[in-house]
């Protein structure tokens, strides 16, 4: 795995285009948004590509054929020699070969840890895990439908900021996803809903294009359940629609949470793929 010059970013752009899965998180480190890296087969003939966006989603795509490419993505993907400093959640290109591959090692890499923990003893965390990736598709008149039976909940929604970006805690919040405030408050978009004098619930923009914006959604534990999701979620695809902005969901098929709101919101579940969690 050679880490691509950034310079080159844009010559990869056109073949993530074809992907047919929702890729804007590459697509933010593609256009130089975030500073992700980039990790090719080949720096004078590329043909495969790994996108890592430094929220630790990562995206595979093109030639699965490398053998050389394959042994140090195994190596990556195992972490045996620390390399890899954060955790990731990889998806592929459905349309290739990475889905068998993958597979394949993550049986190779779990095999050979349940080999190690039998003779010391001592047990060994799985590095790989499988999971399922769904994508959506927004639906405006479910959405509009639904809407009607929408029940608004205490509390203030207002636009998200910069005051909102420093100081909001949880695992999906705006300041992973964006470079510092000021570039959040210029091209990212979001609301948030104010209990107690404090920030319940954020539903922002987790990446933005000309055409699309991704939702992400952090409701602080001490107010689920309350309708807060809801409604930040709702004042978001309002701003998208008067943007003329396609609202993108995806998720987890785990987290029942999220796949059972984006329901709510008119969104239909259209696809779904294998993500791997790596663990460090």
């Known amino acids: 795995m050679i880490e691509l010059d950034s310079k080159e970013y844009g010559k990869v752009m ?120 769904v994508n959506f598709r927004f639906n405006r008149e479910l959405y509009q439908e639904a809407k009607r039976h929408y029940r608004q909940p205490d509390g203030e929604v207002v636009p998200a900021g910069q005051q909102e970006f420093r100081m909001q805690a949880g695992s999906v919040i705006p300041r992973y996803f964006w470079r510092d405030a000021d570039h959040f408050a210029s091209e990212g978009a979001g609301f948030s809903l104010l209990a107690g004098g404090e920030t319940a619930s954020t539903a922002f923009s987790s990446c933005r294009t000309e055409r699309q914006l991704e939702i992400g959604i952090e409701t602080g534990e001490a107010y689920r359940g309350k309708g807060y999701a809801l409604a930040v979620c709702s004042a978001l695809i309002d701003y998208c629609l008067a943007h003329e902005l396609e609202p993108v969901w995806a998720c987890r098929l785990e987290n029942r949470g999220s796949y059972k709101l984006a329901q709510r919101l008119g969104f239909v579940p259209t696809l779904t793929l294998p993500y791997y969690h790596l663990r460090v």
Do not use: C
Request: glycine share 8%; proline share 5%.
């Open 14 to 133: 056109p073949l993530l285009e074809g992907i047919e899965i929702n890729t804007l998180f590459a697509e933010a480190v593609l256009a130089r948004k975030v500073a992700g890296k980039v990790y090719t087969d080949s720096e004078l003939v590329p043909q495969t590509y790994y996108v890592v966006h430094p929220y630790g989603m990562s995206l595979l795509f093109g030639a699965a054929g490398n053998e050389a490419f394959n042994r140090r993505l195994y190596d990556y993907l195992s972490n045996l020699s620390g390399a890899r400093e954060q955790a990731e959640w990889l998806q592929t290109d459905p349309a290739g070969d990475w889905s068998a591959v993958i597979d394949s090692m993550l049986s190779g890499i779990n095999r050979s840890a349940a080999e190690a923990a039998a003779v010391t003893g001592v047990p060994v965390p799985r590095t790989i895990e499988r999971n399922t990736r």
